[in-house]
């Protein structure tokens, strides 16, 4: 056999194993990502993005809910409600290109680094939107009447936060005063006040639930 041959037979087994290699990866990873209920994007080979799995009042896999209240009938002073995520390169320019808000502190890498900061950041407000997102695990049809909020640190991307909402004080006529943060580890990035009102759900709503 030639040199030539014989280096066409090793690029021939070499091909074949790694195809057979990558079929292999890929196949793992649809049975990891089938698991967590998580439906792979058919022609990247990557998880469908959020936009294209979220539904009305479900959880995505890679979120996590606490709640200690689960009857807008007894809610009362010291029911706490949670949420966590990690904010992602693409909640970060979803929320730039939803909001307007180029700032390059949050989009520019190479600006971000010359900065007190040392790099990108979330924008303050994204990160305040999981306030929002724990206090829609409050039962009942939450109506958001009022926050305050204090910037404390930064989130970056890739760091998982958790919204902290707990009742502190019931108003009356359905409405409630609740402390918020939202953490970063040990550290506090932002810190407020809230107040809701709980309204009944619709009916159709409520048929569903019971359902």
């Known amino acids: 056999m030639s040199s030539r041959s014989e280096h066409n037979a090793l690029l021939d087994t070499w091909t074949e194993t790694s195809s057979h290699v990558f079929d292999s990866v890929v196949a793992a990873n649809r049975a990891a990502f089938a698991a967590f209920g998580v439906e792979p994007d058919e022609e990247e080979g990557s998880v469908a993005a959020p936009t294209d799995r979220i539904e009305p009042n479900e959880d995505l896999p890679e979120w996590h809910t606490e709640l200690t209240a689960d009857d807008p009938m007894t809610l009362s002073v010291g029911d706490r409600f949670e949420f966590t995520k990690t904010i992602t390169d693409g909640d970060v320019r979803r929320f730039a290109a939803s909001s307007g808000?180029?700032?390059?502190?949050?989009?520019?890498?190479?600006?971000?680094?010359?900065?007190?900061?040392?790099?990108?950041?979330?924008?303050?407000?994204?990160?305040?939107?999981?306030?929002?997102?724990?206090?829609?695990?409050?039962?009942?049809?939450?109506?958001?009447?009022?926050?305050?909020?204090?910037?404390?640190?930064?989130?970056?991307?890739?760091?998982?936060?958790?919204?902290?909402?707990?009742?502190?004080?019931?108003?009356?006529?359905?409405?409630?005063?609740?402390?918020?943060?939202?953490?970063?580890g040990e550290d506090i990035a932002i810190d407020g006040e809230a107040v809701i009102m709980v309204d009944e759900l619709p009916d159709g709503a409520k048929a569903a639930v019971e359902d």
Do not use: K
Request: aromatic share 6%.
């Open 101 to 184: 808000d180029t700032n390059p502190l949050h989009l520019d890498e190479e600006f971000a680094d010359e900065t007190r900061f040392s790099g990108r950041i979330a924008h303050g407000t994204l990160v305040g939107g999981l306030i929002s997102a724990a206090l829609a695990r409050v039962p009942g049809m939450v109506i958001y009447l009022s926050q305050d909020l204090e910037f404390h640190n930064p989130v970056r991307i890739d760091d998982r936060i958790t919204a902290e909402c707990e009742i502190v004080e019931d108003l009356g006529n359905n409405q409630y005063r609740l402390t918020t943060r939202v953490l970063n």
